[in-house]
């Protein structure tokens, strides 16, 4: 039998802002987590951090019921959302932005020591949003399907195969070109 050809290797420059959130080694599981999630499988992808033009930023934040009052679907259970225009999302049907918030005190109440890792996996959950251009799908059977399943269950922790090759190809298109 002949060898699957490897892929090609390819990153992802992601940008995090308010990183002070967290502790270093919080912050290193969080980084590493998302790598795990990128390269399942031998992908080839990877993502490197606060390095040159972000494809993707994440802004790391805490939900409040009152600083987040106007910001519609952003409740005490959500993890992460991707920062489009809820008008445009609604009536213009705009895709998901290349940016999102991580509320860490959400993740925080349902991860406890293991906060690193739980950002890590909502961090790519967020980042596939914009990826792939799609939202929550509950069919989706992998990390796009949303919700607590993607900090426990192994499966419902990665990127379904499907979702991996449409990443390659937008890495291919951004940074090999
Ligand atoms: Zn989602």
Not at 37 to 48: D, H, P
Not at 127 to 154: C, K, T, V, Y
Request: aromatic share 10%; proline share 3%.
């Amino acid at each position: 039998m002949k060898k699957p050809k490897p892929e090609p290797n390819c990153t992802f420059n992601i940008d995090i802002q308010n990183t002070n959130q967290l502790t270093t080694d919080q912050l290193k599981g969080a980084e590493a987590e998302l790598n795990s999630v990128l390269g399942a499988g031998n992908s080839g992808l990877s993502a490197v951090f606060n390095q040159g033009k972000a494809d993707f930023t994440a802004t790391f934040t805490n939900y409040s019921f009152g600083g987040n009052f106007f910001s519609s679907g952003v409740t005490s259970d959500t993890y992460g959302q991707n920062n489009v225009n809820e008008f445009a999302k609604l009536f213009l049907g705009a895709k998901p932005i290349n940016s999102a918030r991580v509320f860490l005190n959400n993740i925080a109440a349902v991860a406890g020591p293991n906060v690193g890792f739980a950002v890590g996996r909502v961090l790519a959950h967020e980042f596939g949003h914009w990826a792939l251009g799609i939202f929550d799908s509950p069919d989706n059977g992998g990390i796009m399907q949303g919700g607590i399943e993607i900090l426990s269950d192994r499966s419902l922790g990665r990127f379904i195969a499907d979702d991996i090759k449409k990443l390659q190809a937008l890495c291919a298109k951004l940074h090999h070109t």
